[in-house]
């Protein structure tokens, strides 16, 4: 795995890996200002369902994934500014391999 950048932290208990995503700006989650959140791996489960949710939109699917695999509702995803979407991008890119 290539290496990671100072704001993504691999996290790896043997069985599962997730990644710690450092925010520039933050998300809301439940009223509460968050400004960082953690990926777990992914499952092909996972992907099957967050396309099955986003309806053939390659761009919600993604979203929904992200936000499933962070354990925040999709909504706090969609109000990311872009460099933090973009941290979640590539946070779910080392992920998937």
Do not use: C
Request: no cysteine; glycine share 6%.
């Amino acid at each position: 795995m290539d290496e990671l950048p100072d704001y993504l932290t691999l996290n790896s208990n043997g069985e599962e890996d997730s990644i710690s995503v450092s925010l520039l700006k933050g998300v809301t989650v439940d009223g509460e200002k968050r400004t960082a959140l953690t990926l777990r791996e992914p499952s092909v489960a996972d992907h099957i369902a967050a396309r099955q949710a986003g309806k053939n939109d390659n761009a919600l699917a993604e979203v929904i994934l992200i936000a499933n695999l962070a354990e925040v509702p999709p909504d706090a995803i969609k109000a990311a500014k872009m460099k933090d979407y973009d941290r979640l991008q590539e946070a779910l890119g080392f992920l998937n391999g």
